[in-house]
């Protein structure tokens, strides 16, 4: 159920993004609005895993998500928390989403109306608890598109979240795969991610905006003078080798998933590397990834298939 809220369908990553430092502001983006909802209370503009079960029928509050003066800025920051429920006998996570109607089985769950290309989502957090190393607390957010018959991914971005003592900024960039405008916005924080979450994890939220703007930047050229192979490459094992100086397959890279995570995270290799570069991903699950390049030129992007 957990994993369905925060499942993000990205296949491709086709755009690099240039950024500013111009923050947009959400709906209730500081978390000061706060309003009750059946038992408890809920911010405004936002759904927690109590307003999920409602609207999947089960109207028995777990509690997981709730108002704190423990904040970063204003007067009220989010909590989410691991909690044991004896009616479910299970351990849920807190959820914190931005929009409502989100279901159990929603594919992009809650969002609002939105029409912008931002570069980023940018939050402070806490992050608590004796098992909080391991829980996998993270962020999602996805932009979308519905073209009539289906919603379609615009971008979207994630990654875990470490322990902090202290409220500590975290920018998550997002990755497009289109062009297109999109017309909803869907943001998702998650204490725990695990199948069985440990009660005593807690994640505080506060002050989320948006940041910079999206813009193509890739160069078809500049792409095609990278060549990676295998690819597919059955056992993950890829090899990066270019036409232009050997500089620039001795760039700092990334790889992410399909969720928009970064997997991989490499700096720029010793100037008296070889001209070869290898990207290990041996080890990985099937399926689709994204190389990111950052040659001195440009960025290079590359998809990546584990069949």
């Given at each position: ?26 709906p ?19 759904f ?6 409602a609207?999947?029928?089960?109207p ?44 159990i ?12 290309r ?108 990278v ?36 997997i ?14 290898t ?29």
């Amino acid at each position: 159920m957990k994993k369905t809220l925060v499942r993000l369908c990205l296949t491709a990553l086709t755009t690099a993004v240039s950024l500013s430092a111009t923050a947009q502001t959400l709906p209730n983006g500081t978390l000061e609005t706060w309003q009750t909802r059946g038992t408890a209370l809920a911010p405004t503009s936002w759904f927690t895993f109590d307003d999920v079960l409602a609207n999947s029928g089960f109207p028995f509050p777990v509690s997981t998500t709730s108002q704190t003066i423990d904040k970063h800025g204003g007067t009220y920051a989010a909590l989410l928390e691991n909690k044991s429920n004896p009616i479910f006998g299970f351990t849920f996570p807190g959820i914190l989403g931005l929009g409502a109607g989100a279901t159990i089985d929603s594919e992009f769950p809650g969002g609002i109306p939105f029409t912008g290309r931002p570069a980023n989502m940018q939050f402070y957090y806490k992050l608590t608890g004796a098992a909080a190393a391991t829980e996998m607390a993270g962020a999602q957010i996805i932009l979308t598109k519905w073209n009539g018959t289906e919603t379609t991914v615009i971008a979207a971005g994630a990654d875990e979240l470490a322990p902090a003592s202290t409220y500590t900024l975290r920018t998550i960039p997002l990755q497009y795969a289109s062009s297109a405008t999109p017309d909803s916005i869907r943001i998702v924080f998650i204490s725990s991610t695990n199948d069985a979450p440990t009660v005593g994890t807690s994640l505080y939220i506060d002050d989320v905006v948006l940041s910079g703007t999206a813009t193509p930047t890739l160069d078809a050229a500049r792409n095609a003078a990278v060549t990676v192979y295998p690819n597919p490459s059955a056992d993950g094992l890829f090899m990066l080798s270019t036409s232009r100086e050997a500089n620039w397959v001795r760039a700092a890279y990334t790889v992410a998933d399909m969720t928009g995570r970064i997997i991989v995270r490499q700096p720029a290799a010793p100037a008296n590397a070889s001209g070869l570069r290898t990207v290990d991903l041996r080890g990985q699950r099937a399926g689709v990834y994204t190389l990111r390049l950052d040659t001195p030129d440009g960025p290079v992007i590359h998809k990546l298939l584990i069949p």
